[in-house]
């Protein structure tokens, strides 16, 4: 019986491969696309600028200089004043913090929630997936930016309420996402394989379901993330996200439209703050998509 | 093909009526008394107290509930708490507006989306790939309130092209018919005015159409990417076939059908999702409209608003479905 | 830059129109939002008398600029000596629009339909006369016609307001064949007898009304057309009145009036105050139900520099609950002064001086009184800070905001008022009376000596010694600061330069008979 | 058989994948010709440059990544590479032909077949009407054996099964009587008793049309029973060529010798199969040496350190091994070797 | 080689349904496999051929209850499978495993060789984990792998290599009847032959039984003891392999190795070119569902469904010409066909 190895082939002989996962491969392909390698590059600039901004910005953001409202940019205010007179390249560093709190956590709310309904539904089919599925269509067919503003008209208007009603509006995204993906990964053949070999429903589900439906959910959440950006500095716009003195991007817009004519620097930067993070993050899932999608490699 | 619509219409009774549950359970959780709202500020206890009982706001939920329901399925939508319009009169015209602000971003959306994702896809790693790429997704990242003052300031103010806000020449205003009103110049054969009205959507038009179009063009290359991998644009060339119809004919056909599935959804969006695009140009449109009763808690407008958006994002999304078969002959549903 | 004059349609007309002979005689007006009805008596919500005081008219109108009341449809209205019978002797030749006559028995039937309304249908009429037919406190007796030209009013009690209330916009005198074909088909299709007349209403986008040609006042209007454009966002509607796509605009942002003084093309027009801004604090949530905590918060706030950033000066400090262009207002009181020092001493008298923590509810939208409450709300922040006391600033949705702020649920809240008739009950006593706890008197302030002196002022005729109650009042509510007054705003308009003959009304619902372009 | 002409001839092509984990040489020097009216075959296993070669030869690679990076691709004595596109798109379905493994995939899922036919037609006869057209593309029809062929017009490919699509690309590789007709795996993706019928129609076009044949496929059955001539390729080289029957008799190759041998045979059951150690390489994965080095029981110093040339064993027959270099010296290739 | 019968089949039927319509009603069935019977001895190799879409792998997956048969009875090892509980079916699973066509979609992308291969001696609680991994890599030197390849993951591999792995995998639980469905079917010539050595080896040392499922008849004559043959999700010959491929009997049996290439140019063959294609099993043809292409079709065959019945011992065939036929008459008909 031991013989029988060399008997075969040469095999053996053949040099050792590195090691490497699906994972690293996935990181190997995005490191080596310009693009994604950019957009991550952003978004590392926007999280280092979270983490450590607020050491380097000026202090006091919410100090108000009423003397220095809306100045120019200046050697000494480098995107100029707003109407209170406080530092704008100040409160955009500050406000970085928001938007990537409210862009991860929202995202992971979603992701958590939707996840787990459409695995359920995608596994176990029947009246269950007609239920939930059901909701998901009732949900997909509101105007998603409205049935926000309804959440948060119940729950009050404030950042952390803005987050739950970007997440809750996220969901069927996700849960779609995931039912579908369960659904074709159920008819794979390795999961033919793991039930060959006599593997249980729940395990089947966590080790071979749940892995490999991960992917098209990163992809889709970190472009998630930028949508969800979006979506707040549209709530902090129409005054239902984050409230006085936080620096949050949108509310600094909503804040400033009336300098438009007078001052129009409150109104292009935080803007460009916005783009340039939503563009950090579509970047970036791009380049994941392409590097965790298979149908991209030969 | 018909019994095939026939059941996607019988599906959509549950989602239609599991979403005037959710809405009605929703506006109902918003704290603020709509007669308080209705009368304002200045208004007595008395007289909220007794408009309360005449809106019938004191039933229990559940009356209150199956009293819309059984409206509803006699056709009445109700009417404004606030105007006290009802709301098929009035909603006639935001619909409009909106479809017709809907309608022209999508169709530039579509136009150009379509065209700079075929060449890019035609042209991949080309510059032009490159360059609209990128731009597509600068187009996805811009909060498009900020797009629309920005245009605005740029267009109307500093260069005088366009007018700022607004559907129409005040001035010289539309007679509306189907309040659509690029159909109702030119059924009237006012092209002077047509104009006028081209002019004024092309603003907020463009702001609204940003995002689609990206979404689009994004959508189309990589669908025709795939496609042109595919095994049957070979035999197209191997026929000698030109480039441009290889692309054109062969490829699009095929690439179109999860572009399609895109713009039904885009259209959507834009149909209830555009308030701030609204707002900002003061376009009399149903996102306005709705975003405005919820602000008054004005319960039936709210509902049969959402009720009607919802349905028509359904039935595009259905006649999207139905599309494919026209496309692609494989799919018959019976 | 604006259209060409031209009332009928015919031929092209683009934004740019040439216009060298014709002079402009159509007015677009831009303004925040639509009307909710087009008839007055129905609605308590000012865009929609904005369009109403145009078409239709009162038997009694405000002066141009003030208040004061002067002869409308009613040639003169005599009281009685006890103040419970007036007597109106009506104009005559004036035809409503649909060419029926107007005459004592259409005043009568426009009274009989709003008292015999209720709450819903004429919700204004009830909170000015004391409620409906069968009413108790219902102060009008009777509404009779005497010949075609005399109605005579008799009331239960006397009712001091009672000219100024007839003079308000929502008590104008309506074509009675008109509303008697039906409510509903009324509200969307007015007859008056005013300036104007109704053309069109394309709802959240337009009303269109034109000149009435046998309006009974000679020459008037001077305008062919009005167009009244609701632009719900302030700096969209200024950008559409630089593009020239509309000639009047109000809610002007004061930061924007410089702009607007700068620009060649433009003038800036203030409407007279009759309105305050103020931070109410409920004084049934402690640390508010102590007096010295509610004039430390007087002295802690620095109303000259909010009102100097965010008023852009254009407003003036408040020290009373109604302004000064009211008769029986307290001139003598002395303002509480920026003094933070004096607002920590205060603080420690009553063991805070290591401050407390508050809710500051700041207002989500702008409102005459209050262009940008949140702005405000952050400088009150920091003031607030200034002394010791941690503010958070609370926002909500404006309906949720009210509802909950008369509940009582906010420690202090930012809010204002508009006089409806420029009379000094309607500030006082709605504000600020005990009997307006629940509805208007948000901080649930309560005050038997001034509640007294209110109700007492309510039946004066005598307007000195009714004057003398309402400073008395003033007296007490100033030292019990229930409110920190902070500004009496004037609201701002724009127009194009050549627009001439607009007087802003204090009330906020402007004539425009008199309003041309000059060449 | 007398003397024909060649009608396509392919000289030290070299088309190679610039991908992102490196260069892949998937076409390696080949060398071959194909002459009128002949069928020949092309086998090898997966992977090994065959669809590569043909698709070089209609100027079909995929770019990027893939690039003829030299040699010349006479046709007629012109040569194919050095032509514009506009020139290529007249050769391409005129004069050289090409149908492909995929029957299911290689038709316009969203076109009827009629429409499909037709474009064929009126790509290259410019002045056609329509219906001289449908006629002409009925007739291909029927000459490939499909029955009801005017009404199979109207279908769409979803409609017909396997064994009819390929009929169609059969026929619609036949619309301009091409010079040339690549054949890639055109059974593979069939079942048997199909692959039976098209092989035999293939044949019989053969005769008829005198229509040169370039058939790739991976199974000596079929090379045995269609083809004249073979090339051997592995990891994208040629190396072994000879007549069909040659091939089988006297295999001269130790791959081709191996593949031959470990092929169970349904005449008569083999104890125990041969088989050839190891994996196919991937083109340019190995650098040095024969390529089939690792794999080759008589393997000795040389084969790992030099790539054998194609040594010609007889008129007819070429081997790519160091067993058959009878004076140690290349013959075919101008390197100069370095002695074992 | 004992002749006790390890599995037995009895009339299995696997009918899809076919689903239409406003409320999906069902409109009629794919007889995907349709009254299939058969019976694999201990030790042997028993091989199914037939052209694709005929019902092998539906027939294979029912042996192991992967998919519920519609009707019929499964006996393995002496236990009626179709009346198991499927707790009770899933630990029986230790005992029938399946090796499958395309071993890279069979095996989890995201999991190295080792996770893969001790996955069945969890599932089945053998063996403590060490032991466990111990096994593993004794396991994959059996199969022709080494130990060092246990870390990596599926897609590092080649076909061949793959497809050593599905067979490792499906040896863990030492079981006593391999399913392989087209095992070879996906690979190279040269690979090809590799595992068909090893598949034998392995039967040998262990003791296996196999169903081998494939569609090349060179193959299935190699491997297997007895051979059947299916059409159209029915069992159409059954028979030790010489003796099947030496005198097939059913038409279309004939025609099929009369179609199959022989590598060997001077084989002289005569070729029975069976027309048309193979019918659509949710619409097959009335009575014996092979009439629309038999070149020996009679009236009957239109109508009647032949039964599979003994023509000579050990050699079973459906069809009609031999039903009421001697031996002899057959041997005399041959020529006619
Ligand atoms: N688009 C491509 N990108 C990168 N490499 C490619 C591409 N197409 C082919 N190759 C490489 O070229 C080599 C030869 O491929 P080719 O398709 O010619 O093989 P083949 O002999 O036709 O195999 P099969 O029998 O599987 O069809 C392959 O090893 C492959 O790695
Ligand atoms: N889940 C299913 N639903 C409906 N029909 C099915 C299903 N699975 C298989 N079939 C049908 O059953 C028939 C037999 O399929 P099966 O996969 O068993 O064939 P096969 O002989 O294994 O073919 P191949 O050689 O292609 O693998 C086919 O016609 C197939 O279309
Ligand atoms: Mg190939
Ligand atoms: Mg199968």
């Not at chain 2, 506006?27 to 007595?44: D, E, H, K, M, S």
């Not at chain 3, 706030?301 to 000066?313: A, H, N, P, V």
């Not at chain 3, 420690?348 to 262009?371: H, K, Q, T």
């Not at chain 5, 392989?180 to 690979?187: C, K």
Request: charged share 25%; with cysteine; net charge negative.
């Amino acid at each position: 019986m031991t013989e029988l190895a060399p008997k075969i082939d040469g095999i053996t002989k053949e040099k050792v491969i590195k090691t490497s996962g699906p994972w690293r491969e996935a990181w190997n392909g995005f490191r080596k696309s310009k693009v994604a390698v950019v957009g991550a590059g952003i978004v590392l600039f926007f999280i280092l600028l979270a983490i450590f901004g607020p050491l380097i910005a000026k202090e006091g953001i919410n100090d108000q200089v009423l003397g220095d409202r809306l100045l120019p940019p200046s050697a000494e205010f480098w995107l100029g004043t707003d109407d209170l007179g406080r530092d704008i390249l100040s409160r955009i560093i500050h406000g970085a913090r928001i938007s990537l709190w409210v862009g991860f956590f929202s995202v992971i709310g979603s992701v958590v929630v939707g996840s787990a309904l459409g695995i359920i539904a995608g596994y176990y089919g029947r009246w269950v997936d007609t239920i939930i599925s059901r909701v998901f269509d009732i949900m997909l067919a509101f105007p998603s930016i409205l049935l926000a503003i309804a959440i948060i008209s119940v729950l009050g208007p404030n950042l952390q309420n803005a987050l739950i009603a970007i997440a809750i509006i996220n969901v069927p995204n996700f849960g779609r996402l995931i039912r579908s993906k369960v659904l074709s990964i159920k008819e794979d053949e390795y999961i033919t394989a793991a039930k060959g070999i006599g593997m249980k429903d729940a395990r089947i589900l966590i080790s071979h379901i749940l892995p490999n439906s991960m992917a098209p959910v990163i992809v889709q959440g970190t472009l998630a993330i930028a949508t969800a950006i979006l979506e707040a500095a549209a709530l902090g716009f129409l005054g239902l996200g984050a409230q006085a003195p936080m620096p949050e991007w949108g509310k600094m817009l909503a804040d400033s439209k009336n300098y438009l004519q007078s001052a129009p620097w409150t109104m292009i930067f935080p803007g460009m703050a916005i783009m340039l993070t939503v563009l950090g993050f579509n970047l970036m899932g791009d380049g994941l998509r392409d590097a965790l999608d298979p149908r991209m490699k030969n | 093909m018909l019994s095939y619509i026939g059941k996607r219409l019988l599906q959509l009774i549950p989602v239609l009526l599991g979403m005037t549950f959710i809405v009605f359970m929703i506006i109902r959780a918003i704290p603020g008394n709509p007669a308080q709202v209705i009368l304002g500020q200045q208004a007595t206890k008395e007289a909220v107290a007794a408009l309360t009982t005449k809106l019938g706001l004191d039933n229990p939920w559940y009356i209150q509930y199956f009293n819309y329901l059984g409206d509803i399925f006699k056709g009445d939508l109700g009417e404004s708490m606030r105007t006290r319009a009802p709301v098929v009169d009035e909603i006639w015209s935001y619909l409009a507006a909106t479809f017709e602000l809907a309608l022209f971003a999508i169709i530039i959306a579509i136009v150009i989306g379509i065209n700079a994702g075929i060449i890019s896809a035609w042209f991949q790693n080309s510059w032009f790939d490159y360059t609209a790429m990128i731009l597509a997704l600068v187009g996805v990242s811009m909060p498009i309130f900020w797009l629309g003052l920005m245009g605005q300031w740029v267009f109307s103010l500093e260069l005088q092209w366009l007018p700022t806000t607004g559907r129409e020449e005040v001035r010289d205003p539309v007679e509306a018919i189907t309040n659509l009103y690029v159909l109702d110049t030119i059924i009237q054969g006012r092209f002077d005015q047509l104009g006028v009205v081209l002019k004024h959507l092309v603003l907020p038009g463009l702001a609204l159409a940003t995002i689609p179009m990206a979404i689009i063009a994004r959508m189309t290359r990589s669908s025709m990417l795939e496609v042109m991998r595919s095994d049957y644009i070979r035999t197209a060339r191997a026929k000698g076939q030109k480039m441009f119809w290889v692309v054109y004919k062969h490829a699009l056909k095929n690439a179109i059908i999860p572009v399609l599935t895109i713009i039904g959804l885009q259209m959507g969006m834009l149909l209830g999702g555009a308030i701030l695009t609204e707002t900002i140009f003061a376009w009399p449109g149903i996102g306005r409209y709705i975003y405005e009763a919820i602000g008054y808690r004005d319960y039936p407008v709210i509902q049969s608003s959402i009720l009607i958006v919802a349905l028509i994002f359904v039935l595009i999304n259905l006649l999207v479905d139905l599309m494919y078969s026209l496309i692609d002959p494989r799919i018959k549903y019976d | 830059a604006c259209g060409q004059a031209d009332s009928k349609k015919q031929g092209s007309k683009g934004e740019e129109g040439g216009g060298k002979t014709d002079v402009n005689k159509t007015l677009v007006f831009g303004r925040g939002g639509d009307s909710t009805s087009l008839d007055p008596s129905r609605t308590t919500e000012g865009e929609t008398y904005k369009v109403t005081i145009n078409l239709y008219e009162t038997l009694l109108n405000f002066g141009e600029k003030d208040t004061t009341i002067q002869p409308g449809l009613a040639q003169k209205a005599e009281p009685s000596a006890d103040g419970l019978t007036y007597t109106f002797t009506l104009q005559e030749g004036v035809k409503f629009h649909d060419g029926t006559d107007f005459n004592a028995d259409a005043v009568v039937k426009n009274f009989e339909r709003w008292a015999s309304g209720d709450a819903e249908k004429n919700p204004y009429y009830s909170s000015m006369f004391g409620g409906f037919n069968d009413d108790e406190d219902h102060v009008i007796e009777s509404v009779k016609a005497d010949g075609d030209n005399t109605v005579i009013f008799k009331l239960k009690r006397p009712q001091a307001p009672f000219l100024k209330n007839i003079a308000m916009p929502m008590f104008a005198i309506a074509s009675p064949t008109a509303f008697e074909k039906g409510e509903d088909q009324f509200e969307r299709n007015p007859v008056g007898t005013g300036p104007f007349k109704f053309v069109e209403w394309k709802p959240n986008d337009s009303i269109t009304i034109e000149k009435y040609d046998d309006y009974w006042q000679e020459g008037l209007p001077k305008l062919d057309k009005v167009i009244f454009r609701s632009i719900p966002d302030n700096s969209t509607r200024l950008n559409a009145l630089i593009k020239g796509d509309i000639e009047l605009a109000d809610g002007i942002n004061p930061s924007d009036g410089v702009a607007i003084e700068g620009n060649d093309e433009l003038q800036l027009i203030e409407r007279p105050s009759m309105n305050v801004g103020y931070l109410g604090l409920t004084v049934t949530r402690p640390p508010f139900d102590k007096k010295e905590v509610r004039q430390a918060m007087n002295y802690a706030i620095d109303k000259k520099s909010i009102i100097e950033s965010f008023f852009e000066g254009r407003a003036n400090s408040a020290k009373n609950p109604m302004p000064p262009s009211i008769s029986g207002y307290n001139d003598a009181i002395e303002e509480y002064e920026y003094n933070p020092e004096k607002a920590k001493e205060l603080l420690a008298s009553v063991g805070l001086a290591d401050g407390f923590e508050m809710e500051l509810w700041a207002m989500p939208v702008p409102r005459p009184y209050m262009p940008d409450g949140r702005k405000v709300a952050e400088v009150i922040q920091k003031n607030l800070a200034d002394v010791g006391i941690t503010a958070k600033i609370v926002s909500h949705e404006w309906a949720t905001y009210l509802d909950l702020a008369s509940k009582g649920d906010a420690d202090a809240f930012m809010l204002g008022w508009t006089g409806d008739n420029g009379d000094a009950d309607n500030f006082l006593y709605v504000l600020l009376d005990q009997d307006n706890i629940g509805s208007n008197n948000y901080t649930f302030y309560k005050n038997q000596e001034s509640h007294d002196l209110l109700i007492a002022a309510q039946s004066e005729i005598d307007e000195e010694k009714r004057n003398e109650l309402y400073k008395k009042a003033q007296e007490i509510i100033h030292d019990d600061a229930p409110w920190v007054p902070i500004a009496h705003s004037t609201p701002l308009l724009g127009a194009s330069k050549n627009l001439t003959g607009f007087v802003p009304h204090p009330t906020g619902s402007d004539l425009l008979s008199k309003v041309e372009f000059k060449e | 058989m007398g003397e024909r002409k060649t009608v396509l001839q392919v000289k030290d092509l070299q088309t190679t994948f610039f991908t992102d984990s490196g260069e892949i040489p998937a076409v390696d020097h080949i060398d071959f010709h194909v002459k009128e009216g002949e069928i020949l075959g092309i086998v090898g296993e997966s992977g090994c440059g065959k669809s590569v070669t043909s698709l070089s030869i209609m100027g079909l690679v995929p770019k990027p990544p893939g690039k003829i990076v030299g040699g010349e691709i006479l046709f007629e004595d012109k040569d194919l590479l050095k032509m514009t596109e506009r020139q290529m798109r007249r050769i391409r379905g005129n004069d050289i032909a090409m149908i492909f493994q995929e029957p299911m995939t290689s038709l316009n899922p969203l076109f009827t077949i009629g429409n499909q036919m037709t474009e064929a037609i009126l790509i290259h006869e410019k002045g056609w009407s329509k219906k001289k057209a449908v006629n002409r593309a009925v007739e291909l029809l029927e000459l490939v054996g499909l029955p009801r062929a005017a009404e199979m017009m109207r279908d769409y490919p979803h409609q017909l099964s396997g064994g009819m699509r390929q009929r169609v690309m059969i026929a619609m590789a036949l619309v301009c009587d091409p010079k040339v007709l690549i054949a890639d795996e055109p059974t593979t993706a069939l079942d048997v008793t199909i692959q039976a019928q098209i092989l035999k129609l293939m044949r019989d076009l053969n005769t008829r049309l005198d229509t040169a044949v370039l058939l790739i496929t991976h199974d000596l059955g079929v090379v045995a029973e269609t083809c004249e001539r073979v090339i051997v390729m592995y990891a994208g080289q040629i190396i072994e060529e000879a007549p069909v029957k040659k091939i089988f008799e006297d295999p001269q190759h130790p791959y081709t010798k191996g593949l031959i041998q470990s092929i169970p045979d349904m005449r008569y059951k083999k104890e125990r199969l041969y088989s050839i150690p190891g994996n196919v390489p991937k083109p340019g994965s190995i650098k040095q040496g024969c390529r089939f080095a690792a794999r080759c029981e008589f393997a000795f110093d040389r084969c790992q350190k030099e790539n054998p040339a194609l040594y010609e064993t007889s008129d007819v027959h070429d081997t790519r091994c160091f067993l058959y270099d009878k004076e140690g010296v290349e013959m075919n290739d101008n390197k100069t070797l370095v002695k074992s | 080689m004992t002749t006790k019968p390890l599995l037995k089949v009895e009339n299995l039927k696997k009918y899809f349904p076919v689903k239409k319509g406003l409320l999906g009603k069902t409109v009629g069935y794919v007889k995907a496999v349709d009254d299939v019977s058969f019976y694999v001895n201990e030790g042997e190799t028993l091989g199914i051929v037939g052209e694709s879409g005929c019902g092998k792998s539906t027939t294979g997956r029912m042996l192991m209850r992967l998919l519920e048969p519609t009707e019929g009875k499964v006996e393995f090892d002496g236990k009626d499978l179709t009346s198991l509980t499927s707790e009770e079916m899933r630990k029986t699973r230790r005992d029938i495993q399946m090796v499958f066509q395309d071993p890279y979609a069979s095996l989890n992308p995201r999991h190295t060789i080792e996770k893969i291969l001790e996955e069945p001696l969890v599932v089945h609680g053998i063996d403590n984990s060490k032991e466990r991994k111990k096994k593993v890599r004794e396991f994959l030197e059996i199969v022709g792998l080494s130990a060092y390849h246990a870390k990596r993951y599926p897609h590092q591999f080649s076909g061949g290599q793959r497809q050593r792995i599905g067979i490792a995998r499906a040896l863990m639980t030492n079981p006593k009847l391999i399913i392989a469905d087209e095992p070879v079917s996906a690979l190279d010539v040269s690979i090809q032959s590799q595992v068909l050595n090893l598949m034998q080896d392995l039967q040998k040392d262990f003791n296996l039984t196999y169903i081998f499922i494939a569609h090349d008849l060179g193959v299935v004559r190699h491997i297997s003891d007895r051979v059947g043959v299916m059409y159209l999700g029915k069992m159409v010959e059954i028979a030790e392999s010489e003796q099947l491929y030496a005198q097939p009997l059913h038409p279309y049996t004939k025609a099929l190795l009369s179609a199959v290439p022989v590598p060997d140019p001077n084989h002289q063959k005569e070729q029975i070119l069976l027309e048309g294609d193979i019918p659509n099993p949710a619409n097959p043809p009335s009575g014996c569902t092979f009439h629309t292409r038999c070149p020996a079709k009679m009236d009957i065959c239109m109508k009647a469904i032949p039964k599979l019945f003994e023509q000579y011992s050990g050699h079973s065939v459906a069809c009609h010409l031999y039903s009421e036929l001697s031996g002899n008459d057959i041997k005399q008909m041959e020529g006619s066909l």
